[in-house]
């Protein structure tokens, strides 16, 4: 499971949604030119604080109800069915409805608070001064250490982040950081010692940040980002009910669960992006677009990533493939698991079917080092990297089979 961010700007026609499994969402995709994600800069959303320490366009406070969609102020927040929270906490409100739908409430929610906080003239209480512990002086340090993370990890992703105005550049770096930590509880080194009270944990610590109240450096830099934008904490949330359903969950009956997935896991990070990246003056798009579009990408590019890591998230005991798509192909868990078989091949070829399995792998990693261009690129592999692989494969190959490896005591 990996985590993207997202450039939006108005792209009213991408959707994801009434498909009838994973691969059919995957083709109804179409890739976009990626320099028509990033908006026009019209002007940072920063509002201006005044001598009294209030705020214009000052971003959401955690506890903030919705509007609906259409109505100026909070009051329309009772015309949705399904409560801010309901994503977070599934299993509190069960309503009859698709996963889909689930998700299409929340994009509508998002946009509303965001197209309501920039029309509104009126002010709104600041929140506190974001305080680093130990020194009050390190913030823009928090961003720089930001953008070193970035720069370490998704290094194109990070390439493009340097055509951003210099504001939207760090917080987008402090988004990704965020992201990428609550990624690794469940992905990380230490993700065998990951309990849900420890995931329980993150979350008030996410909502103390949301407060002004960071709890070490990296959070500053979102603490202070979320005030700067109008960044609301529910796709956060979110997402951290993603790394839960990691924990608990390692498959999918079908499509409409494993959409949902996406949303908690990938989804989230376009609405939580858009607020940042802004949408053009002159787009004729609506609000809800836009972000439906962000929606779409985010679940997009995370089916793309299932495709890509089956053999790594089966190593994790993980299979995001629909069960009954699955079935429908005639296919099982068994294979999923398909490098048990290659361990069970005779010796002298165990080795040539290895370096079949890596060579094929490594093209899915170069799709997604074209940022999924399937159109104008083709995933090519070099020389330099197949040659490589060969005393990797080879490696695999001296690995006896584990009938072999299992003692006759073990056996009997």
């Known amino acids: 499971m990996s985590v993207t961010l997202l450039w939006v700007a108005s792209f009213p026609s991408l959707e994801v949604s009434n498909s009838s499994g994973l691969l059919d969402s995957i083709r109804d995709v179409r890739l976009l030119d ?25 971003s ?5 109800k919705y509007a609906c969609v259409g109505q ?4 329309g927040a009772n015309n949705f069915p399904l409560l801010s929270n309901v994503l977070a906490n599934p299993a509190a409100g069960e309503v009859a409805v698709s996963s889909e739908q689930k998700v299409y409430d929340v ?38 250490r930001c953008g070193e993370v970035c720069a370490e990890y998704a290094k194109t992703f990070y390439l493009g982040t340097l055509l951003m105005t210099p504001e939207r ?35 008030s610590r996410l909502e103390e940040l949301f407060q002004g109240r960071p709890f070490d450096m990296l959070d500053a830099a979102l603490s202070d980002t979320v005030t700067r934008f109008p960044v609301d904490i529910q ?45 053009s003056p002159y787009s004729q798009a609506t609000t809800e677009s836009v972000y439906n579009a962000a929606l779409a990408l ?16 089966a190593s994790r005991g993980r299979v995001y493939l629909p069960q009954d798509e699955l079935a429908q192909a005639g296919l099982s868990d068994d294979d999923i698991f398909a490098e048990k078989g290659v361990k069970e091949l005779n010796e002298a070829s165990r080795w040539p079917v290895w370096a079949s399995l890596l060579l094929y792998r490594q093209i899915l990693d170069e799709i997604e080092a074209n940022d999924y261009n399937n159109f104008t690129k083709r995933a090519y592999v070099s020389k330099a990297k197949k040659f ?4 990797i494969a080879y490696a695999k190959s001296v690995v006896p089979p584990l009938s072999r490896k299992l003692s006759p005591v073990m056996k009997a």
């Not at 906080?117 to 512990?133: C, N, T, Y």
Request: a positive charge.
């Open 34 to 58: 990626a320099s028509k994600f990033i908006s026009r800069d019209f002007g940072s959303i920063r509002a201006k604080k005044d001598k009294k320490r209030r705020w214009r366009f000052c």
């Open 60 to 64: 959401l406070s955690a506890d903030m």
């Open 72 to 75: 100026s102020g909070l009051e």
């Open 107 to 144: 994009v509508l929610k998002q946009a509303s608070l965001v197209k309501r906080k920039l029309s509104s003239a009126g002010e709104l209480e600041v929140k506190p001064d974001i305080v680093l512990p130990g020194n009050l002086g390190l913030l823009s340090e928090a961003y720089d």
């Open 169 to 203: 550049r760090r917080a987008i770096w402090a988004i990704y950081v965020w992201c990428r930590r609550t990624d690794e509880l469940v992905d990380g080194p230490n993700a065998s010692h990951i309990t849900p009270s420890a995931l329980d944990r993150w979350e």
């Open 235 to 279: 796709p956060f949330k979110d997402m951290i009910e993603g790394m839960r359903t990691d924990l608990r969950k390692s498959r999918y009956k079908n499509f409409d669960e494993l959409y949902l997935y996406c949303y908690y896991v990938a989804g989230t990070v376009g609405l939580m992006s858009v607020p940042v990246m802004g949408i």
């Open 298 to 313: 985010g679940i997009a590019n995370q089916l793309t990533n299932i495709l890509r890591d089956v053999g790594e998230d």
């Open 388 to 391: 490589l692989s060969l005393p």
